[in-house]
């Protein structure tokens, strides 16, 4: 993920290790390693990057439906949790739904899922057009416990990643 500022630097890390740290004195037991642990760090990230983004989805419908629905209510973007999930969600307008959900650790998918043409894939610009399978989002584990997100390989930006698919889930959602 890219760099944070000051002002939006994430505390939870060492929020979680006081708290481990507590539990270790209460408990009794010690474990040194559980740190280096690839899927608590994963679980952690991918968690993160899901409010990051429905935080963005929420900023930037709500602007939409401020400017849009203000003369038709029923052309406004609804927002949605997924039951029985840890932070899925979905935008739904006119029978379109676009759904960002947690598959693994190190996976995050988003697509559309039509009533009439089941799932698909937004468009990217530099696609072939030969898969329509749902992007996925996959995390990477560098030096020092650091997870970036990529999509094809590519480091995401989440606010470029928030704008493509919000622009895409409008254009096929509208009437």
């Known amino acids: 993920m890219e760099n944070m500022s000051p002002n939006k630097i994430s505390t939870t890390w060492i929020e979680n290790l006081a708290l481990d740290e507590i539990n270790m004195e209460e408990s009794g037991v010690i474990d040194f390693n559980e740190h280096l642990n690839p899927l608590r760090q994963l679980e952690e990230a991918s968690i993160e990057l899901m409010e990051n983004l429905k935080e963005l989805f929420e900023i930037y419908t709500a602007k939409f439906n401020e400017f849009r629905s203000s003369k038709d209510n029923s052309r406004a973007i609804k927002m949605f949790k997924i ?43 530099y696609d072939d057009g030969s898969s329509r399978a749902i992007h996925e989002i996959k995390a990477h584990i560098g030096p020092f416990n650091n997870v970036a997100w990529k999509f094809k390989g590519e480091n995401i930006n989440l606010d470029a990643l928030v704008k493509h698919y919000l622009t895409e889930f409008v254009k096929h959602s509208s009437r």
Do not use: H, P, Q, W
Request: proline share 0%; aromatic share 10%.
């Open 83 to 125: 039951s029985n999930t840890v932070n899925d969600f979905m935008l739904y307008r006119n029978t379109l739904k676009l759904v960002v959900a947690r598959r693994s650790e190190d996976v995050i998918t988003i697509g559309f899922l039509s009533n009439t043409g089941g799932a698909f894939a937004a468009r990217v610009n």
